[in-house]
């Protein structure tokens, strides 16, 4: 069973910064297809904000590039999104989620992050 346990959450000033991290048991993500962080604001849909391939090539979202960073540790089996110049509007619940096929797409059970102003 494989199962993608997040951690590094929290209640942060804006302008600070933030490490997210995301620890993968039961599958080794060295050869996931991708991986990735989604979040979803209160009342929104969920989104991606980040994502890399297996051979290492990350992509972000518009409304955050140049602010969030991904990166993954195959080594350590976890994956990590650095969030730089926090701003109220990224608070939200941040998943992170490996996929290798339609029927092997895993989630995190999310992790909560609040920017105050």
């Known amino acids: 069973q494989v199962q993608l346990v997040e951690s590094g959450g929290g209640l942060v000033q804006a302008g600070g910064s933030l490490t997210l991290s995301c620890a993968t048991v039961?599958?080794?993500?060295?050869?996931?297809?991708?991986v990735a962080w989604y979040r979803q604001a209160p009342g929104k849909q969920r989104e991606l904000v980040a994502s890399?391939?297996?051979?290492?090539?990350?992509n972000s979202a518009d409304s955050v590039s140049g602010r969030f960073t991904i990166s993954k540790d195959v080594a350590q089996n976890t994956m990590s999104l650095q969030i730089d110049s926090l701003k109220p509007e990224d608070t939200a619940v941040y998943y992170c989620?490996?996929?290798?096929?339609?029927?092997?797409?895993?989630w995190g059970q999310g992790t909560q992050v609040t920017v105050s102003s």
């Open positions: 039961g599958a080794r993500i060295f050869s996931a297809a991708v």
């Open positions: 989620n490996t996929f290798w096929s339609a029927e092997h797409d895993y």
């Open positions: 890399m391939t297996r051979d290492g090539r990350p």
